[in-house]
């Protein structure tokens, strides 16, 4: 038997060879912020309770995934995952999970300040932060609410708690803060945090990406090159990460552009999805979904259901095809779908 057929059998493969080892958990498709580029000023509509994946179901899919299919990562995002009550519990039970699976956190900050040390002391590892801004009017001007105090708050609590490396997620939106890229890197330089951009993708509710408008990795570059002399990292050490890197004014720092539309990194891809109501999604744009809620609620043992989410992972499509004409936006935004 080959590597790749053994891997199929055993873990979560795909027909093209790739292999599923980073797990992204939603844990509530809420969020006490109202970023332009994800959400209408007056939201969406949440998922019911009786919708939502309970502390226990989350457990036992997230266990089913480490301990039968191979799942070396877990993060937990939302929505923002910081209103998820049970949020400590089930970071402590994850880690406590054989083999201990790497456990990190994507939040946008708020509340974190209250929450990095037993976060830390329930065995997370890292978090990683958005933070598109560090000027208190087009903070408010983009998330439409006035909490900058609190995400900076936030994230010097992480780093105190040794919540470490504290990386930072950025979105610049044209003509909002799309010339702030360099002084968001000197904060981030200052502070001691790792910073990442990241270029908008067509996962807002309102369905108003557009191509035409949005900053690409070139003109963040671009930007940043204004103050800092950037090189290209060792690319070989850049793995599955979605993240090229740079080297900053010949080292050691270094900032990360996700380039998911200009520069599409899908070959590499390791990730994989669950939804809070309990949905496999092979991919971030994927149209399509895996039932694994019902199926556990009706009692299925862990082979079932490990069986049905290697079959959920075995027709991901080659790329997420945004460039292509025929592209579809998913119908669930960024907000419900988890990072």
């Known amino acids: 038997m080959t590597a790749i057929q053994e891997t199929t059998q055993h873990g979560l493969a795909d027909r093209y060879g790739r292999v599923a080892t980073d797990l992204r958990v939603s844990l509530t498709d ?79 900050g708020i509340g974190l300040a209250r929450q990095a040390a037993a976060l830390k002391e329930a065995g997370l590892d890292r978090v990683n932060v958005s933070l598109d801004t560090i000027r208190p009017d087009t903070f408010q001007q983009l998330a439409r609410r006035d909490r900058l105090k609190d995400v900076l708050a936030g994230l010097a609590a992480a780093r105190e708690a040794g919540l470490t490396p504290v990386k930072v997620n950025a979105v610049l939106m044209r003509g909002v803060n799309d010339t702030e890229a360099p002084e968001l890197l000197e904060f981030c330089l200052d502070h001691g945090y790792e910073l990442r951009f990241i ?63 200009t520069r599409p990194f899908c070959g590499d891809c390791d990730r994989v999805r669950l939804t809070a109501d309990g949905q496999v999604r092979d991919c971030l744009f994927a149209r399509t979904e895996s039932d694994l809620r019902t199926a556990l609620r009706d009692g299925a043992d862990d082979a079932e259901l490990a069986d049905r989410w290697r079959r959920a992972m075995a027709n991901k499509l080659p790329g997420h095809g945004i460039n292509d004409p025929s592209f579809l936006q998913p119908v669930r935004p960024m907000s419900a779908i988890g990072g």
């Open 30 to 108: 809420r969020c006490n912020l109202r970023c332009t580029y994800c959400m209408p000023e007056e939201g969406l509509d949440w998922l019911g309770k009786p919708e939502l994946l309970t502390d226990d179901e989350v457990i036992r899919l997230v266990s089913v995934a480490v301990t039968h299919l191979g799942v070396r990562e877990v993060r937990y995002t939302g929505g923002e995952p910081l209103l998820r009550r049970g949020l400590v519990g089930i970071v402590a039970r994850t880690t406590a999970l054989e083999p201990r699976p790497e456990v990190s956190l994507t939040t946008n």
């Open 199 to 261: 270029e908008q993708m067509p996962l807002d509710a309102q369905h108003g990406w557009n191509r035409a408008t949005m900053v690409t990795a070139d003109e963040i570059l671009a930007k940043l090159s204004e103050r800092f002399t950037l090189t290209p990292d060792d690319a070989s050490k850049r793995g599955s990460a979605p993240a090229e890197s740079f080297v900053i004014d010949g080292g050691p720092r270094a900032v990360g552009i996700i380039a998911s539309v």
